[in-house]
């Protein structure tokens, strides 16, 4: 049987199953990609950030962190999960994309997030994900494609995404479709994304 949506979906069950979870792959793959050629005072914006797991292996890399996340149970096991070694290099806002502000950053990684803010914000967010990054400055994230089981979503298309990252070099890109579980339910659902690294033009 195929997962449908769940418009009630119940995050704080998500974050608990993703609690104490690895950094997503792609996050590493792109870490990999920039090497040590990096500025010393480096920003990175984590959107969506959940349990912290992506904002942590960056914290580890001596990057300086601001996760960004709309529920108070993600930001509370963040803490929990956060040494105290990490504070000062950490700033944490708990709402949603288009009420944080960020300034200039050299990485924005936005992990399975993106899909999920509002229509009315879509175009607000990405314009300022664009904007905000410096010339260099890399994008690390997921979108979902128009195959996927969660319908009421934002669900592109191939080329939709490739628009998006007009003005930049795309480092890596997979698109999968595959039938699998969610983190929170033993049905099937069928994904459709496309994981993109891409560098902001000099």
């Avoid at 119940?10 to 040590?36: F, S």
């Avoid at 950053?105 to 300022?128: G, K």
């Avoid at 994900?129 to 298309?157: A, C, E, H, M």
């Amino acid at each position: 049987m195929k997962h449908q949506q769940n418009k009630s979906r119940n995050w704080k069950e998500y974050y608990q199953k993703l609690n104490g979870t690895p950094p997503r792959p792609l996050l590493l793959k792109a870490l990999e990609m920039m090497g040590e050629d990096l500025e010393e005072e480096r920003l990175a914006v984590d959107l969506g950030s959940g349990v912290g797991q992506d904002s942590l292996a960056l914290l580890e890399r001596d990057w300086r962190v601001m996760a960004v996340d709309n529920d108070p149970n993600a930001f509370d096991m963040m803490l929990k999960n956060l040494p105290e070694k990490y504070f000062d290099r950490f700033i944490y806002f708990c709402g949603s994309f288009e009420n944080a502000y960020w300034g200039s950053a050299h990485l924005i990684n936005a992990s399975y997030s993106l899909p999920f803010c509002p229509e009315e914000y879509r175009e607000t967010v990405w314009r300022r994900i664009r904007v905000s990054l410096f010339p260099g400055g890399w994008f690390v994230g997921t979108f979902f494609g128009i195959n996927d089981d969660w319908k009421t979503l934002d669900l592109k298309t191939k080329e939709e995404v490739e628009h998006m990252f007009r003005g930049f070099d795309i480092k890596y890109w997979l698109e999968e479709e595959k039938d699998m579980r969610t983190a929170t339910s033993t049905d099937l659902k069928h994904w459709h994304i496309f994981h993109v690294i891409a560098q902001k033009a000099f």
